[in-house]
């Protein structure tokens, strides 16, 4: 089958679910191809960061491939970009899971544990793992032309995950998702960068949803 939509580069640093995400572009006409190329990043029409696991090894695995500054030039650049899971965290400016770790700093934040998220008077399990709502946030009346274009207030998008993001500008957040008595920011949008601490590839015809709308993005910059 040939794919008509730009070449993605879905960035390969040992710890994500590469080929689902790779499956989830196919599925929406997205040439997608996964690198750990430097030219390939660099030249590629829009790059997907997807990630699961710790955030110190990520970041080190980043350094080891010289792709650091490479993530860097390319949120820069105006292209589409797109951060999953863990790569929504390694957007960020550091992280305090098992220690303070320097993040990616595309995106003003910290990477926070979750607490002891609680739902009266039961300990919620931390990580979160399953099904859970996003909602717009407070600045956020609509999401339209964004990457949620198209979704439901109140939408089921599958989370794995045990640290949130916290930007430090709020007002970036597209959706909030609440566990137990905790309420986090779920997906956010900063020009050319997206990113949600959701697995889209893993949340069925609404997940790919969003998939559908980075490729629109992609058109708009061709």
Known sequence: MNYLAPKVAIVDFGLGNLYSVQHACRHVNLDAEITTSRDAILNANAVILPGVGAYAD???ALHRLDLVTVL??????GKPFLGVCLGMQLLMTESQEFGRSEGLDIIKGSVIPFGEPREGDR??????????QIHASE???KWDNTILNGLSQDEYMYFVHSFVV???NPGI??????????SFCSSLQVGNIFAC???PERSGKKGLQIY??????????E
């Not at 300990?123 to 859970?132: D, F, S």
């Not at 957040?173 to 905790?182: E, I, P």
């Not at 559908?212 to 910059?221: G, I």
């Open 58 to 60: 990520a970041m080190n």
């Open 72 to 77: 860097r030039e390319f949120a820069a650049c």
């Open 123 to 132: 300990k919620l399990k931390v990580p979160q793992i399953g099904w859970n």
């Open 139 to 141: 600045n956020t009346i």
């Open 166 to 168: 916290a930007p430090e």
């Open 173 to 182: 957040a597209l959706s909030m998702t609440g566990y137990g008595d905790v």
């Open 197 to 199: 601490q959701f697995h």
């Open 212 to 221: 559908q709308n980075f490729a629109a993005f992609l058109d708009k910059v």
